[in-house]
């Protein structure tokens, strides 16, 4: 029927920017996209129901950066506070187990001194001492399995203060770090379902928030770096664009701005390719440059391949720097926690790495020993805080890092067998179209 | 971190938008690749039990030492004449080495130990849950030199680790995309594309529910005589989240046979596991409202208001991101398959089919 007959679409032409798709064949969704994009420029876009929009706007608000730090702390703090709740009762029933075993044993231990020492000058005292050793090491051995006896004493409080909050914050953030200590570990099996759900809710939490503060971080360092170690190179580089700029000012119509700009804007010491930099630019030409681009004049971009970003991406901070402000925390963990637990600093280094990284042995647990009295109770809490603080530093790090980075797994990803070769077609250097076909709605079709 | 590294692992993967064809020209690369993570276990394993095991047999010899020559002073050589007074400092170090020896499972009286914790099997383990950080701490280096290979060890195993295991699940993706293509095809007039994907992620999590963590733990309880059904899924996904606890390890039972190949294929499990749990997250991120982190690190002019995302959807991808035109277009030759594309007044267009 023609009236319902839509009119035909030739879908072999070529996309727009007249490169072809990935695997050679024109690039249809893409031309498709452009085409609805270009008719549904802001008016036929239907309206958003206003309950949707009021649910996104309080989930933007939620995940803003501070309201992202008050969920987390109040997930890991309410978790302590749950778990404690739910080994509470099974707990207190172990907790007196663990003391009158405890007491039996010490017991058991002078008796059997007693006996030995009486017994000295007794008949068959060879095969009757042997028969009480073995007895006690059968009893110790019970003790040991099932009451966690330590072969010393046992305090109450000790005992009482496994589930104190303190540990139990430590816990929880174990758990949605997934570093996973297990000084203390729930026996409980609604215990052990409520941790499933409970990391199946917080792990992803935690992903998000640390991903969250670590880009703040990041942009912060990198505000800072530029602000501070380009100082001395803002003079040269302000010469130099300004002549870049007289140049381009001669060759507008010259669309191949991008190799007049790139040696003057502040690099890293690690990438110097333009394709680099080319990739992470947002093309967008309403806004301008920011502060920390005060120095580059007011290009108004009239191509939209001009690729000037809007400020803080520019500045990359070198992967060595990165490293060595993630080794500078590894050691302050070390020298506070070897000097806070009598370790040695190789002790305290094994354990700020085996923490960070959250592989999370927990072999040593700063304030473990003194658990129950205030200094325990204090280094369990830094402890916590080193964890959460540590993970975004490292989060901070890889942002910084990631730049770079993808030169460097192009490389390994090449040894490894990820990507064969970079000069083929559609390798890395060749993906800029995919990026830039999104950013680019104004981009004339018939431009082809 | 693991986790976290590997969502960078992700962003960066995406960025070189691979093919599928570049990817199986490079399969024997990837295969050697886990050729190397197993010897790298290997030289885990032979190193730690080098360092560690000495140690551990040093004190066992020790304990023994001491209780021989306690057991000579205290018993004597038979006869009541032999024994000589003992000091009560002596019978107080007899009884705390009786201590000391039954937490580390020895029996000094009755020549029999537990495994010891440096064995082999033991060790391969050990170097699994480092490189793929979970970490139990059950057993742990306790000499310098090992906490110092500990962190060497981890500094090179990790990202090696997480580099393989990505490119494996850049190879998984494509029979999940495959699948989902024709979910797709199958369902694409029931529901919007985004609620397909959403599906599709159901579907998954299904599949690795089953063969991940249910089957496993049914395994393990056949296995573990003193685990319920409860106790092995609660291993599998701590272990599996990489969390690690230690409350529970397959094979540390005193009676356990081939201890050894069971922690084997303990490792190859864990390591094998998170491959899968790589594949889950790198599904979720694909979802653009369930990832929630790209949403935050992306600038406004990306992913300003999902009214964008609600564009590209609506325009006709059907559901796929730009990355995955590419997937679209290798798997679905536009002369022979054709795809659907709901237009906007709910017509179909066949691509490639005559108007």
Known sequence: MPALHQPPVDHRRPSFN???????????????????????????????PTKGRFLKVLAKYLFSHVGLCLLVIAYVVGGAYLFRHLEADGEEQRIQAQVQKSTEMETEREELAQLLWNYKNGPDYNSTVALLIEQYHENITEAIRDFS?????????????????????????????TIGYGHVTPVTALGQLTVIGYALLGVPLMLMFLANIGDAMARFLRIAYGKGCCYCCHKKREREYAKAIAEQ?????????????????????????????????????????????????????EDPIQMIDTGDEIINVPI?????????????????????????????????FVTLSTIGFGDLIPGW???????????????????????AVLSMSFNLMMEEMIAKFEWL???LGIIDDPNLPGGPTDIQPFVAQEQMPSVDPVRM | MGLEMFQLQTKLVDQLHLAPFQLKETNMRLLFGLGVMLFYLLIGAVVFTTIEAPYETADDKNIRDFTDKYRALVVGDGSDEGCQRISSEDFDTLIRTISEAALRGISPLKNVTAEPNWSFGQAFFFSGTLISTVGYGHVSPVTHAGKFFTIVYCM??????????????????????????????????????????????????LLLLVFMFILPSIIFTSIEPDWTFLDAFYYCFISLTTIGLGDYIPGDQPEQQFRAAYKVFATVYLLIGLC????????????????????????????????????????????????????????????????SFPTDDGYYQNMGSPH
């Open chain 1, 149 to 177: 006896y330590t072969g010393v004493p046992v305090k109450r409080s000790e005992l009482e203060a496994k589930w104190g909050v303190a540990s139990a914050i430590l816990f929880t953030v174990t758990i949605v770090t």
């Open chain 2, 156 to 205: 090179i195993g990790i990202p090696l680790t997480l580099a393989l295991l990505s490119a494996l699940v850049e190879r998984l993706k494509l029979p999940s995309l495959w699948f989902r293509g024709k979910m797709n095809t199958a369902l694409g007039h029931l529901f919007p594309p985004g609620h397909i994907q959403l599906l599709h992620l159901g579907a998954l999590s």
């Open chain 1, 249 to 301: 000012r001669q060759n507008k119509m010259d669309t191949d701005l991008v190799s007049s700009i790139p040696n003057n804007r502040p690099r890293s010491a690690w990438s110097d390719e333009a394709a680099m930099d080319i990739r992470h630019r947002k093309v967008d030409a309403e806004k301008g440059p920011d502060g920390t681009m005060d120095t580059l004049p007011q290009v108004i971009p």
């Open chain 1, 18 to 48: 007249g490169r072809p798709s990935f695997t050679g064949r024109p690039s249809f969704t893409g031309l498709h996209f452009q085409r609805k994009a270009m008719d549904n420029d802001g008016s036929a876009q239907p309206p958003q």
């Open chain 1, 413 to 415: 990803g090449r040894k």
């Open chain 1, 369 to 391: 020993k003194e658990v129950g009295t205030t200094a325990g109770t204090i280094k369990l809490g830094v402890s916590a805080l080193y964890i959460v603080l540590g993970l």
């Open chain 1, 320 to 352: 060595s720097l990165t490293l060595v402000i993630i080794a500078a925390y590894v050691f302050l963990g070390a020298i506070l926690f070897s000097a806070w637990n009598d370790w040695s600093w190789i002790t305290g280094a094994y354990f700020s």
């Open chain 2, 276 to 339: 899968c749990m790589m594949l889950f997250l790198a599904t979720m991120y694909d979802i653009p409202m369930l990832n929630l982190s790209r949403f935050f690190l992306v600038k406004d002019g990306n992913f300003a208001d999902t009214n964008d995302n609600e564009r590209l959807r609506l325009s006709g991808q059907a559901g796929f991101g730009p990355k995955y035109e590419k997937h679209v277009d290798e798997d679905s030759p536009a002369s022979a398959n054709p795809q």
